[in-house]
């Protein structure tokens, strides 16, 4: 079973800055799509940015400039550096793996808990 962990997360002032990992074990991370999903309480768990196996990358407009994902093949690791953060960036950060074609899996992480503070 395909189980992504996430690590990285904690507490910050605002305008500074936190480095978000995911690994997962029996899995090749740079043939998978990796996305981070955040949700704040109360409100819809949301897409925050994607990487997929050809090492494009996507990022929502609330978080681009911000935030960078990226993938280090040797670790079989996808980073999520988030700079310049602010107090609405605060919610539990969920690392999502997905492959479709060759032995498929689509799995969530627990989620690491991030804390802006103004």
């Known amino acids: 079973q395909v189980q992504p962990v996430e690590s990285g997360g904690g507490l910050m002032q605002a305008g500074g800055s936190l480095r978000l990992s995911c690994t997962a074990s029996?899995?090749?991370?740079?043939?998978?799509?990796v996305s981070w999903y955040r949700q704040a309480p109360g409100k819809q768990r949301e897409l925050v940015a994607s990487?997929?196996?050809?090492?494009?990358?996507y990022y929502e407009v609330f978080v681009e400039g911000r935030f960078t994902i990226s993938r280090d093949n040797a670790k079989n690791t996808v980073y999520l550096q988030m700079n310049s953060l602010k107090p609405e960036d605060t919610g539990v950060y969920y690392c999502?793996?997905?492959?479709?074609?060759?032995?498929?899996?689509?799995?969530w992480g627990q989620g690491t808990q991030v804390t802006v503070s103004s």
């Open positions: 990487i997929p196996s050809s090492g494009t990358t």
């Open positions: 999502r793996v997905m492959k479709y074609v060759g032995g498929s899996y689509d799995s």
């Open positions: 029996g899995i090749i991370i740079s043939i998978s799509s």
